[in-house]
């Protein structure tokens, strides 16, 4: 079945740097766009990046655009973020979604998410 | 950017009762409105897309409806595992924006 594991979240001190990386499983990669929202503890949904799926094609939140990166490994069958200049604002559960390619468009929904991994900005 | 504006934010009712969650959009985006569901701890899951399609998996208690700048997502009779966060979210405009949640309680 279709699988999504994220890691490599942790505590940072601000002005830090972490890359996150989502390993997929169960569909067909390649083909897929794919995208990473966070969640603060304790509220709702931001929509942070998204991929497509042979990786010419990113887009990124106002929130974030110059100090995060998305990439991929299609052999690997994974997705990265790679964030920098990391700042108290954001602390979250980021998680990684596939784009369920309903029909065989893009759709830009996310279906289905991964587990999440948590960063945590803190001196 | 597209604001949704979710209402309320807190829904309190019981099993068996019928909730409607609203979702309000700051400029017409046709039909391309999702709702997801989140459970404590959990990931969200996808309900529906493009405003009224069920996802694979979604029981029929659950229905959505809209177009424009108005949508709705009802559950006809609540069981106890509906009890969660509902969140809808729009792809019409870049940036992908979701609405801010209705936590529905008993």
């Known amino acids: 079945q279709v699988q999504l594991v994220e890691s490599g979240g942790g505590l940072v001190k601000p002005g830090g740097s972490l890359r996150l990386s989502c390993a997929a499983s169960?569909?067909?990669?390649?083909?897929?766009?794919m995208s990473w929202i966070r969640q603060a503890p304790g509220k709702g949904l931001e929509w942070v990046s998204l991929i497509s799926s042979s990786g010419s094609y990113t887009n990124y939140a106002d929130s974030v655009k110059g100090r995060f990166t998305v990439s991929r490994d299609n052999a690997k069958t994974s997705v990265y973020l790679q964030i920098h200049n990391l700042r108290a604002e954001d602390t979250a559960v980021y998680y990684c979604a596939r784009d369920p390619h309903i029909s065989g468009l893009v759709t830009n929904w996310f279906d289905p998410w991964g587990q999440g991994t948590l960063v945590t900005v803190s001196s | 950017e597209i604001v949704l504006t979710q209402s309320p934010a807190t829904l309190s009712l019981s099993p068996g009762e019928r909730a409607t969650l609203s979702c309000r959009a700051s400029?017409?985006?046709?039909?391309?409105l999702a709702w997801y569901q989140q459970k404590p701890g959990q990931a969200p899951r996808l309900l529906f897309y493009?405003?009224?399609n069920r996802a694979t998996g979604i029981p029929a208690r659950f229905s959505g409806s809209g177009s424009g700048t108005d949508f709705t997502l009802t559950i006809s009779s609540l069981e106890p595992e509906d009890f969660a966060v509902y969140y809808c979210?729009?792809?019409?405009?870049?940036?992908?924006?979701f609405g801010g949640g209705t936590k529905v309680e008993i």
């Open positions: 493009d405003a009224s």
């Open positions: 979210q729009q792809r019409s405009n870049w940036p992908l924006t």
């Open positions: 400029q017409s985006i046709s039909s391309d």
């Open positions: 169960g569909f067909s990669f390649s083909d897929t766009y």
